[in-house]
């Protein structure tokens, strides 16, 4: 019902920055529909929560990302954005978006879609 694609995933120096994108697709995925999140995970380490723009356009940051990550909507594109400043060595992971249809949640398993993941390596 809906197709996640990330991109903008990379390799860069501590204090660098990268901008990852989720472009949507199908026949019920208008973005503007369901809340996305952004979510990642680490070798060895459980998925966790970055951040998350609702249906309403408000947002959440893991207090781990608060101040460096900006999450926003494109409508006209059907896409959502997250622009990754001041990278850290322990921001490195692979980075998904998903949507929900129901509510903005943090928790990964209320998404119901997910992209495949983009890898963001960040080096010190």
């Known amino acids: 019902q809906v197709r996640l694609v990330e991109s903008g995933g990379g390799l860069v120096q501590a204090g660098g920055s990268l901008r990852l994108s989720c472009a949507a697709s199908?026949?019920?995925?208008?973005?503007?529909?369901?809340?996305m999140g952004w979510f990642r995970q680490a070798p060895g380490k459980e998925r966790e929560f970055v951040t998350l723009?609702?249906?309403?356009?408000?947002?959440s940051y893991a207090d781990s990302v608060k101040g460096r990550f900006t999450i926003s909507r494109d409508n006209a594109q059907n896409a959502v954005h997250l622009q990754m400043n001041s990278l850290k060595p322990e921001d490195t992971a692979v980075y998904y978006c998903?949507?929900?249809?129901?509510?903005?949640?943090?928790?990964?398993?209320?998404?119901?879609?997910w992209g495949q993941g983009t890898q963001v390596t960040v080096s010190s």
């Open positions: 199908g026949r019920t995925s208008t973005i503007n529909k369901y809340a």
């Open positions: 723009i609702s249906r309403s356009d408000s947002t």
């Open positions: 998903a949507a929900n249809p129901i509510a903005a949640t943090t928790f990964p398993s209320q998404y119901a879609y």
